[in-house]
């Protein structure tokens, strides 16, 4: 079975028992959770579009490993044209879900190893790449939803990780024996890995000589015994809880993002499950191939897809008002366009002018300095969307009533009257498309925009690393005649 249904993928999480925590109580079926529904939700609607004529090319390809038709989101790019299907893809699934994609921080871990991996293997002479390789055509042939898990909760930036006074504040091997390895600590903001068949985990950053044992990577299943999930509660959390219908909800199928605090305490990963183990010297190149697979998804694909949403309720909320003839309305859309055609751009430059990384492992990475440019220019770009959304759609994104005033028999003739604008329109769709942009602009992903993938320092970082302007002092030297 190289393609699950949707139905399959429900079913196969009913066998799975993860360990959640959310607002002080134990989830006891994330199924039935009305919060944590959102995420099965998410995650199936990748099993749809899978096995649907009208977006396989975009959600499926054939694996070089079994020969298998697959899902995209199990696959490590072999190709330039891999990873334009990658950014394509997500753009895809943002726009569709109008929220994240759970699949995709594994997905861009899975580069990450396969590339790591193999380069171990050829300076040190350790056996990872096949072992991952073999976990990868496992995880292909059951088409199993793998999570990934990298931010940890630190301890002070200014003190050396084996100084803290807590050794648990960056996961760590606790122990280990012939059969495998035994792990303690926590990974922070990990998205949907409870609704999730396997989560992979990677280093947080950099380790040095005496700090082995944090450099480590591995996957397990996520109901592994001893791990524990603590999830998010705001705001819309609360409203989901409390919604008598959820249609009245801004995203009602696939609701906020949903994140968690992973806990491990003391969990046991079998010898075939570990991909890094103490060769601390290379546990930055997993953290810097992540970062430069995921900031081109994070800043050239996913926020693309959110901002067609953004774009088109803003549109039809200019055509419920009859203000299309509106020059200044009409200047904001085009500016949101701008936006998202240069995230777009980035995003596939980044693809385009990917490489073979390292040379002879047959992973392609997307070019770091545009993968950079495009995360750093989307966290401007997406809050700036956000502001001309927010006045496009005007006081009414917050200050609108309940929709279920529009089955109180008391007022409901006076809210349809009075905000329909006029338009023949329902007034329930008018309501819903400002509730839409209320998610949006008041929600949490412009906060997670400027952190997901690394906040705007780490990028400039990188950039500053990257960035040689040798070709450009030639030019001016070859212009100018200067000799010296």
Known sequence: MALMTPEQFEESLKSLHPRVFMN???????????????????????????????????????????????????????????????????????????????????????????????????????????????????????????????????????????????????????????????????????????????????????????????????????????????????????????????????????????????????VFVPRDRVFHCGEYKYSVKFVTRFAKTHRMTCGGTCKVGFMNQIIGAAKLIQEYKGLEKATHINDELMEMVVLRETGRACGLAAANKGAEEPAGSGVYLPDELMGNVAKLNICNAFWRVMALAGDIGGGLIVTMPSLKELNNPEIKDYVKEFYSFGSTEPTENIMKVHKLLQNWTAGQHGVATWHGAGPVMAQKIMLQRVLNYDHEKDLVRQTLNLTR
């Open 24 to 266: 002080g109580k134990q989830v006891q079926n994330v199924l039935e959770n009305r919060n944590t529904r959102t995420v099965v939700e998410a995650n199936k609607a990748s099993y749809e579009w899978a096995t649907d004529p009208r977006y396989s090319d975009i959600m499926t390809c054939r694996s070089s490993l079994t020969g298998e038709v697959v899902n995209r989101y199990t696959h490590v790019s072999a190709s330039t044209d891999d990873l334009v299907k990658k950014a394509e893809a997500g753009t895809f699934t943002a726009e569709m879900l109008g929220t994240c994609i759970y699949r995709c921080v594994g997905y861009d871990a899975f580069h990450a190893l396969a590339a790591t991996c193999w380069e171990m293997d050829r300076d040190l002479g350790t056996k990872y790449h096949p072992r991952f390789i073999e976990y990868l055509k496992m995880v292909q042939s059951r088409d199993l939803a793998v999570a990934g898990a990298l931010t940890e909760p630190r301890g002070k930036r200014n003190q050396r990780t084996i100084d803290w006074p807590d050794p648990f504040l960056s996961l760590k091997i606790v122990d280990k024996n012939k059969d495998g390895i035994f792990v303690r600590g926590a990974k922070i903001n990990i998205s949907g890995a409870f609704a999730s068949h396997e989560m992979v985990v990677l280093p947080q950053a950099a380790h040095f000589e005496g700090e082995e044992d944090y450099a480590v990577a591995f996957a397990v299943p996520t109901d592994t015994k001893g791990i524990t999930y603590v999830c998010q509660y705001t705001p819309y959390s609360a409203e989901r809880d409390a919604a008598q219908d959820l249609s009245e909800l801004g995203n009602p199928r696939f609701g906020q993002r949903e994140t968690s605090l992973v806990i491990f305490d003391n």
